[in-house]
């Protein structure tokens, strides 16, 4: 059964709108690349790293404005899901066209669907927010973004199991270091306390470590799935998380090319896969 969420409450978000302004400017962009280890000195005019979207307008309030975990306290633009885990589950990307440094970019936010789910773990709720990004009256992006909230049951002492092996065309190491969440937290404006401390991770939400950011997974494999297609955006990427990553080790990011869609994928140091994706 459910636990008491009154979702009829919840469901007052609904249609809940939200307008932003934000400029990709020439640190916000080097930063990126920084972070994914590619050449800095960008300047205006030139194209901005894939992914830099993830970094415009974040949710900035005062310090006595943040709930327990390092988020903006809920109830404002989501709904107050009293659930206390809040992580990304997925989302999908259409693109038309590329950001380029310099550019200011218009943001209207839609809460457009809130749903609970019975999960093995016990109750899902399960937001969807779709993203508009415009550039002097272009439509660049349209993004769904799913997020889940859910309890904070004890992480399985068991790990998950090990995927299938598959072939890949292309494939990239990184090594998970708490620095490379710090710096991504810092260029997203992410303040989750599960990215950077450890003594939270382990004793208020039960993860034996640092939990690698599902927005940057989906970064490397949106990189690869342009490296893969002549440097090119893809038309349609869609990716979806499976199981937390954790920092201490490596992880791997994998492609396999396709006819008509290319298969994307990161397994953690213990072959675990922990994102998929796919882009058209």
């Known amino acids: 059964m459910f636990e008491k969420i009154d979702i009829q409450h919840l469901n007052k978000w609904l249609g809940s709108e939200r307008e932003t302004v934000d400029r990709i400017t020439p640190r916000l962009a080097n930063s990126l690349a920084g972070v994914l280890n590619e050449p800095c000195g960008l300047v205006d005019g030139d194209i901005a790293p894939v992914g830099i979207h993830w970094c415009l307008s974040p949710d900035i309030v005062p310090m006595t404005e943040l709930g327990a ?11 107050p899901v009293p659930l206390p885990r809040r992580m990304w589950a997925g989302g999908e990307l259409r693109f038309s066209d590329v950001f380029h440094v310099g550019d200011e970019v218009r943001r209207i936010s839609k809460v457009t669907d809130i ?25 660049i992006l349209k993004e769904r973004h799913d997020i889940v909230y859910r309890g904070l049951e004890a992480y399985a ?3 998950p199991a090990k995927a299938a ?20 937290s810092a260029v997203t404006f992410n303040g989750h306390r599960i990215h950077y401390d450890r003594e939270y991770c382990i004793h208020e939400e039960f993860y034996p470590g640092l939990i690698v950011h599902g927005p940057l997974q989906a970064n490397y494999m949106l990189r690869m799935a342009c490296q893969m297609n002549n440097g090119r955006l893809p038309d349609c990427f869609s990716f979806r998380g499976l199981s937390p990553l954790f920092d201490g080790s490596h992880f791997t990011v994998h492609g396999k090319q396709g006819d008509e869609e290319s298969s994307f994928w990161v397994l953690d ?3 675990v896969m922990t994102m998929q994706a796919r882009s058209e």
Do not use: Q, W
């Not at 779709?130 to 550039?135: G, I, K, Q, S």
């Not at 092996?165 to 991504?184: H, K």
């Open 157 to 159: 002492k068991k790990p």
């Open 115 to 139: 749903a609970l789910k019975e999960g093995r773990s016990g109750t899902l709720c399960f937001v969807t927010v779709h993203h508009e990004y415009t550039v002097e009256d272009a439509v």
């Open 165 to 184: 092996s598959m072939p890949a065309d292309m494939m990239l190491e990184i090594d998970a270091t708490p620095t490379l969440l710090m710096r991504y």
């Open 269 to 271: 140091a213990n072959g």
């Open 69 to 79: 975990d390092g988020h903006p306290a809920r109830g404002a633009f989501l709904p």
